[in-house]
Structure formats: C-alpha cells, structure tokens
C-alpha cells in the first residue's frame, strides 16, 4: 500500500476553464475527505464520503464544486468555470473508522490565471 | 464549532535545539493528531493522540484532555524539522478534522 494518491501534483488553468482532480485512498479506508488550505492557513474540510455516500459538504463547496466517489473507491473533485480564488492546494484523506486517523495525500496545487 | 489555537505562531531556533508547540482546543475532542507540512505541502502524520503521552524518536506528544491541551516536543532539533506543524481535532458527533492555525518552526543550521 503506497498511502493516498492524488493527481495531479500541479494544475494551472485559465480562468473559466473546468478542472477535474483524482484522489486514490488507502484501499482498506472507507471514509475520504476532500481539504482545500490556502497559503497561510491550516486545511479546509470541503466533504467528506464514507464507502460511495457523500454524507457531509461545506458551505465552501459552492454550486461550481462536485466530488464523486462512484465505486466506494477512488474520488474525483470537479470545479467548473474556475475563478482566481479557487487557487489553492486541495488536499484528500482517509481514515478507517478513527482508528489511526487521518492519512493525507501530498495534494493537487491549483493556480487560476 | 470547535477552536484550535496554536502557539507559538513563529518558531526560529537553532540546529540542536529543544522546542514545545502547544494546542489548545475549545471543546471535548474523540481525536486529536499532529501533522508536519513538509515545503512541498505534504502534510506527515506525527501522532494520532486524543489522550496520553506518546514519543516517536526525538518527537514526543502529550495530550490533556480533561484540560483540554496537547504538547509537542521536539529534542535535538534538525533542519529537516523546519515546517508548518499543524493540530487537528475531531469533536464528538463530527466527522470532519479542524485544523489549527499552525506553528511555523524554523531551524537554522
């Protein structure tokens, strides 16, 4: 087990464009969660999927952000017609009913031009 | 919902160093995890500690839940510790961490 993946490392967009980030969970974890943290500040929970059920969204998530975990397994973040202050580092876990915690990816970094 | 304060916000310290970062929390937490941000973003978990003592080599950690703190320490500083530490707590009934606002440790060599 390699930990949690996330693609891409890097991601720069125009603005208006969609973008569309991946996140693989440690394969045993049935809980995963989305974080955007901007610079300066600590992470920001944004959702949060236990197996395929979304069970809980920020009001951070505006109507432009969906995340999807289809299968109970990898996740998908989509923004639509990106703005400058989508820029950010956007950051998944997963965690096994507390057990251990949380564990982090290394997160995909947005930049809107 | 629940506050998480950190102190120090800044840390500068020289290579060899002792440091003590502290957390506190406004609530009763079911988890409570330290995290170093590494330059590159990547956020290690340090410990996973609602309550107790635990040590990982030159780092330790304590958390007081009663009294509603935890400590970090870090002995013999490296500059491999140079970062943003973060605590996040889980209170009860809430699936989601809250993060600190974190203590930014510089080590110099």
């Known amino acids: 087990d390699t930990g949690v993946s996330q693609d891409p490392r890097h991601k720069i967009t125009k603005r208006g464009q969609n973008v569309t980030f991946r996140c693989d969970p440690i394969?045993?974890?049935?809980?995963l969660y989305w974080y955007r943290q901007t610079l300066g500040q600590g992470p920001e929970f944004l959702t949060y999927f236990q197996n395929e059920a979304q069970l809980e969204k920020s009001r951070l998530l505006s109507d432009r952000f969906s995340a999807e975990r289809p299968k109970g397994s990898f996740s998908t973040l989509e923004i639509q017609r990106t703005e400058q202050g989508d820029s950010a580092m956007y950051l998944c876990?997963?965690?096994?009913?507390?057990?251990?915690?949380?564990?982090f990816g290394s997160g995909t970094r947005l930049t809107v031009v | 919902g629940i506050q998480v304060e950190q102190s120090p916000p800044d840390l500068i310290l020289q290579e060899g160093a002792n440091s003590t970062l502290r957390c506190n929390f406004s609530d009763s937490v079911n988890n409570l995890q330290w995290f170093h941000q590494n330059p590159w973003g990547q956020l290690i978990n340090l410990f996973y500690i609602p309550s107790g003592t635990k040590q990982n080599g030159r780092l330790s950690a304590t958390t007081v839940a009663t009294e509603r703190y935890s400590l970090l320490y870090i002995s013999s500083s490296q500059t491999t510790d140079s970062g943003v530490y973060f605590c996040a707590v889980l209170n009860f009934g809430n699936e989601k961490l809250t993060f600190g606002t974190g203590t930014r440790l510089t080590i110099i060599p």
């Open positions: 394969s045993e974890h049935n809980r």
């Open positions: 876990a997963s965690s096994d009913e507390m057990v251990a915690g949380y564990t």
